[in-house]
């Protein structure tokens, strides 16, 4: 079973402190502050990769230049459908968000299916029961 899980988040604090909380209940979890270092991760780990927590709106990086990102900026669920899912087809995903996209990037989360959404502020033990549920009944 894919038990590692990769958080993406260009909020460094936020991301320290999500990871901590994670690692205090026992989970392995690789780190990334952008969609270039995310993607390098799952290229070396992508077989052991059983989630992804993600902000929804981060700068795109490198790895989704020249892509068309439509009329909006929420990168995260672009690199979850044209680069993540292209490495791990059904790899289940947690998008998290604190902008005015929330009802957006639900919908389209639920187009992309495998993922919830979460709006800031985040209830860490919500969010960490629902990151193990999601690893447990991954395909």
């Known amino acids: 079973m894919a038990s590692k899980i990769l958080w993406i988040e260009d909020d460094q604090e936020f991301l320290r402190l999500g990871c901590r909380e ?8 690789l ?15 992508g077989d052991q990769i059983g989630l992804i927590i993600q902000n929804i709106h981060r700068p795109p990086g490198r790895c989704l230049a020249g ?18 899912r292209r490495v791990r087809p059904y790899l289940p ?19 992309l299916g495998n993922c919830l959404v979460f709006e800031r502020p985040v209830l860490f033990g919500y969010l960490i029961d629902t990151a193990q549920a999601m690893i447990l009944h991954s395909v």
């Open 93 to 111: 995903c947690i998008f998290i968000t604190g902008t005015r996209w929330g009802y957006y990037a639900g919908s389209e989360a639920k187009r």
């Open 67 to 84: 892509e068309d990102l439509g009329k909006h900026e929420l990168t995260g669920l672009v690199f979850l459908a044209r680069c993540a």
């Open 22 to 29: 994670l690692i205090t209940r026992g989970f392995d979890v």
């Open 31 to 45: 780190a990334a502050c952008d969609n270039d270092e995310a993607m390098e991760l799952l290229r070396r780990y």
